[in-house]
């Protein structure tokens, strides 16, 4: 067998173990239900509980925010941000929370944001926003 032949072999199968690997950890969207039977870190996608109580305090803690949301499914959760309060979070449509569910709550890592935008009634600006890491 040739040297190009074992390369072209080897670059493929480098290609091949690169493809499934991306596959195996990236994270998928779920509901909370779906989420408190993994321990992988998922997507859940809901809307904020505007009429329950948001708990930040950055005097006391500027690193920790909890509030709660309601997944598509309909079922709501109290989340754990560790970060600070994102600007303008009560205007937000629509919230993507990327995290893992420990106990009763979900614990985010990130925060996506769909608010309506300033400029136009028909487009939706995005803020992404990530949590401090200790």
Do not use: R
């Amino acid at each position: 067998m040739k040297k190009t032949h074992l390369i072209g072999i080897l670059v493929i199968a480098i290609a091949i173990a690169a493809i499934v690997s991306t596959f195996s950890d990236s994270s998928s969207y779920a509901s909370f239900a779906e989420s408190k039977q993994t321990n992988k870190e998922i997507h859940v996608v809901g809307k904020l509980q505007k009429e329950k109580e948001m708990i930040y305090n950055p005097i006391q803690d500027a690193n920790y925010f909890s509030f709660y949301v309601k997944d598509q499914e309909g079922e709501e959760c109290k989340v754990i941000y560790a970060g600070t309060k994102p600007q303008d979070f009560e205007k937000s449509e629509q919230i993507v929370l990327i995290g893992k569910m420990q106990d009763a709550t979900f614990h985010a890592s990130k925060i996506l944001m769909k608010c309506p935008s300033k400029y136009t009634n028909d487009k939706v600006e995005t803020k992404e926003f990530k949590a401090q890491t200790s």
